[in-house]
């Protein structure tokens, strides 16, 4: 068995909520299926403040596909970057949040058994906070923050991280390039297209010293 993937989310004291991204260490992200180096380029970069976590994606990009503008539209597919989290790491039930290039956002509640799915597009994270940039030569920043408070289903109250906390996530890009193909990419490769594969999920780990 393939040795699951660690990132090291290291805490951050976010002086007026900004995070000094340059300073948090990032990982690309691959092809979905074969783990091979993508068509574009495709970093992200995560960290944690004490009430949220924080993800960014940086996106080389020749093609932007993206329509939709309400809230949970079905804007998987378009182009879109998604992260998914799953606190207690039984794959059982998970969050789903994405954002499209226009900064419309997806947000759901995954109840996940043997391959069946139940998504809950009535969740909302209720902090959830996105912003896109455009940057030079067709790059697209894409900046999240997720606050610990909205991620409170299983328990029924908030548990927030502590140093040595691990939760099990994945990362992921979809982009339609200008002939119409689809491209699929994972920080995690799952082995095939298909991102609800939450055995193939990461490890995310807590770190503050």
């Known amino acids: 068995m393939t040795e699951r993937m660690r990132y090291e989310c290291r805490y951050v004291d976010a002086l007026n909520g900004i995070v000094k991204w340059e300073e948090i260490i990032g990982n690309d992200l691959r ?3 074969t783990g091979e180096k993508p068509r574009l380029k495709t970093r992200f970069r995560a960290c944690w403040t004490a009430d949220a976590l924080h993800i960014r994606f940086e996106c080389e990009d020749d093609h932007v596909v993206a329509t939709m503008e309400r809230r949970d539209d079905p804007i998987y597919l378009e182009d879109v970057v998604e992260v998914f989290l799953d606190k207690t790491g039984t794959g059982e039930v998970y969050y789903e ?8 956002v ?8 043997g391959g069946d799915k139940e998504v809950d597009v009535a969740w909302d994270a209720k902090g959830f906070h996105t912003e896109v940039l455009d940057g030079t030569d067709g790059w697209k920043t894409y900046d999240l923050r997720i606050p610990f408070a909205d991620l409170d289903w299983e328990l029924g109250e908030n548990q927030t991280p502590h ?3 691990e939760w099990r996530w994945n990362l992921y890009r979809i982009d339609d390039d200008i002939d119409g193909n689809r491209h699929y990419w994972a920080w995690s490769p799952t082995g095939k297209v298909d991102f609800h ?12 010293e």
């Open 97 to 104: 949040f994405e954002v499209s290039p226009r900064n419309v």
């Open 31 to 33: 092809e979905v299926v």
């Open 106 to 113: 997806f947000d759901a509640l995954i109840h996940y058994n």
């Open 163 to 165: 140093h040595g906390t």
């Open 197 to 208: 594969m939450p055995h193939r999920f990461g490890t995310l780990v807590f770190v503050k």
